[in-house]
């Protein structure tokens, strides 16, 4: 990405800040204790807040863009808020908001993506996306593409979990192999994990904010607040700017590359040998499991055989676990073996001809 926000921030960066914009005086003695603190990159607020029920404080509204403004001046650490139509884009924009963010119950829907896409036509404002609520790549995606389409280049990716119905130990369950798999889509842009609504509480944040660092994220958007007790929205994930800066010392920041580059290089060729050989030895199995069906069908019998079936499970699973494999990984790959093995065994009941 060129002559980004991001490119003059150290990696991981850290968007910190309450959920909500509340007083001017929370949110300066907010912003004023996470720049004492030392870690904030960029200040976020919510002003206009998108509640799940009505009858929730919704937000300060626009009479807290000069607040936000004033924590700047204060502090010189630049500021995001979310916006979620045209109105809000115009207003962040009069008032000199640095970063805009468009949340998870915005990202989707197309109709309201178009319409700040088109607001901001004319501008290069960084805007940062939030993955759709429900698990559903092509709206994330497709989501940056219309921001992309109105000429934006700043662009970049927040990751804050995907809702679930019933009880869970997630607010917002991770799904990681979506963020995984929306890197393999867009390695060019920036993501970073936003923990605080994945969790939904205060003692996980922690461990999710690390997997986050393993996985190569670029950073982390934390929600904290000076009272996380008192706080209008969200208050048993949010957490103080202290115990950010303390969580935030205690993340390990991986390298992204090995040191020793031969030794990874050596690493992954052996990898590459044994899958492989992975490969062809799963072939000939299956060739010999087509065999094998021929001569079931020539004998008459079904291809089903139960108690072979019992035993061979009862073998690989023995093997594997003493070789260290995982019961739930071993489960997996025998079941899927015996299918294709079944599926190739069919393929002569199917044909007439033998
Ligand atoms: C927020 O960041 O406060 C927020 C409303 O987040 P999300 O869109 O992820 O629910
Ligand atoms: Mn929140």
């Not at 990405?1 to 003059?8: A, G, Q």
């Not at 979506?178 to 003692?203: E, K, Q, T, W, Y």
């Not at 996985?215 to 706080?231: I, K, Q, R, T, W």
């Not at 950010?244 to 031969?262: A, G, Q, T, W």
Request: proline residues 5%; negative net charge; glycine residues 6%.
């Amino acid at each position: 990405m060129s002559s980004s926000v991001f490119d003059i921030i150290k990696r991981p960066i850290l968007i910190a800040g309450p959920c909500s914009v509340e007083t001017e005086e929370q949110f300066l003695n907010t912003a004023k204790r996470l720049h004492e603190a030392g870690n904030a990159d960029i200040l976020r607020g919510g002003i206009w807040k998108p509640r799940t029920r009505p009858d929730s404080f919704e937000g300060v509204g626009a009479k807290g863009l000069p607040w936000m403004v004033t924590a700047k001046e204060m502090t010189g650490i630049p500021i995001t808020t979310e916006v979620a139509k045209a109105r809000h884009v115009e207003l962040c924009l009069e008032f000199g908001i640095d970063v805009l963010w468009i949340g998870a119950r915005t990202t989707v829907n197309p109709f309201a993506v178009q319409e700040i896409a088109d607001a901001l036509r004319g501008t290069n404002i960084p805007v940062l996306v939030k993955n759709p609520i429900n698990p559903d790549l092509g709206l994330w995606l497709g989501a940056i593409e219309r921001l992309e389409k109105s000429g934006l280049t700043q662009i970049g990716a927040i990751h804050r979990g995907f809702s679930n119905y019933s009880e869970s130990y997630y607010r917002n369950r991770p799904n990681w192999q979506i963020p995984i798999a929306f890197r393999d889509a867009r390695p060019d842009l920036p993501m970073v994990c936003d923990p605080s609504h994945i969790c939904g509480r205060r003692d996980t944040l922690y461990e999710v904010s690390q997997t986050a660092m393993d996985l190569n994220f670029d950073g982390l958007m934390v929600e904290s607040h000076e009272n996380p007790d008192e706080a209008w929205s969200d208050a048993a994930q949010q957490i103080t700017p202290e115990v950010l800066h303390d969580l935030i010392n205690s993340i390990v920041v991986r390298e992204e590359e090995f040191k020793d580059k031969h030794l990874l290089a050596d690493l992954r060729n052996n990898i590459d040998q044994l899958d492989d050989q992975i490969i062809r030895l799963l072939a000939d199995r299956m060739n010999l499991a087509l065999e094998v069906g021929k001569t079931k069908k020539q004998q008459n019998i079904t291809i089903l055989d139960e108690e072979r079936w019992r035993n061979i499970k009862d073998k690989y699973k023995k093997e594997g676990l003493a070789l260290g494999l995982t019961d739930k990984f071993l489960d997996k790959l025998v079941r899927q073996i015996h299918l294709e093995s079944i599926a190739k065994q069919s393929q002569h009941f199917l044909k007439k001809e033998d």
